[in-house]
Antibody, heavy 120, light 109 residues
Framework: EVQLVESGGGLVQPGGSLRLSCAAS????????MHWVRQATGKGLEWVSA???????YYPGSVKGRFTISRENAKNSLYLQMNSLRAGDTAVYYC??????????????WGQGTTVTVSS | EIVLTQSPGTLSLSPGERATLSCRAS???????LAWYQQKPGQAPRLLIY???SRATGIPDRFSGSGSGTDFTLTISRLEPEDFAVYYC??????????FGGGTKVEIK
């Protein structure tokens, strides 16, 4: 079964750090581009980062310089290192795969999400 | 930055009716780079359409996508009870590389 399982969410104080993980199974992880997408409670979807099969990385301005996406193909794992966290980063964080985002193939498999709460 | 505006915010319809959802971009978007997702409460999004009009694997043919340039449409030909959800459009751009629309909620009338 094709599956993505996120972990690592929790409560963190403003200014703190957290590392999210996403474990992939049932497909050739190294062949897929991967994304992190977040959703604050009652709000829409916000793209957080992407990493290509060659390890190229991309971020929107809202997280650039604070978040780092990485992957470890040998462990079929995706990571998101989040530093200098703010209250506005509070959300459910999803990992998702995409066959080839240069072709706009769409995110066809998503994890169930992990919740990050930034609060004092 | 390309901004995607979805309308209406909420669509109230009955099962069996046709749903037409709009996604308008602030700048022209290549048709190859427009996708639609469905999200139900408490669940992750599900890919419906990519490349503006190609259905993802396993998506029923009552879902169809169309459009080009700045105007794109998701049509559900006959609403089934399981289709009541929130729908998001998404585009691939230059900076940022990817954005979502604000969503349209399709609710039971």
């Amino acid at each position: 079964e094709v599956q993505l399982v996120e972990s690592g969410g929790g409560l963190v104080q403003p200014g703190g750090s957290l590392r999210l993980s996403c474990a992939a199974s049932g497909f050739t992880f190294s062949s897929y581009d991967m994304h992190w997408v977040r959703q604050a409670t009652g709000k829409g979807l916000e793209w957080v980062s992407a990493i290509g099969t060659a390890g190229d990385t991309y971020y929107p301005g809202s997280v650039k310089g604070r978040f780092t996406i990485s992957r470890e193909n040998a462990k079929n794992s995706l990571y998101l290192q989040m530093n200098s966290l703010r209250a506005g980063d509070t959300a459910v964080y999803y990992c998702a795969r995409e066959e080839l985002w240069a072709k706009g193939s769409g995110m066809d498999v998503w994890g169930q999400g992990t919740t990050v709460t930034v609060s004092s | 930055e390309i901004v995607l505006t979805q309308s209406p915010g909420t669509l109230s319809l009955s099962p069996g009716e046709r749903a037409t959802l709009s996604c308008r971009a602030s700048q022209s978007v290549s048709s190859s780079y427009l996708a639609w997702y469905q999200q139900k409460p408490g669940q992750a999004p599900r890919l419906l359409i990519y490349g503006a009009s190609s259905r993802a694997t396993g998506i029923p043919d009552r879902f169809s996508g169309s459009g080009s340039g700045t105007d794109f449409t998701l049509t559900i030909s006959r609403l089934e009870p399981e289709d009541f959800a929130v729908y998001y459009c998404q585009q691939y751009g230059s900076s940022p590389r990817l954005t979502f629309g604000g969503g349209t909620k399709v609710e039971i009338k």
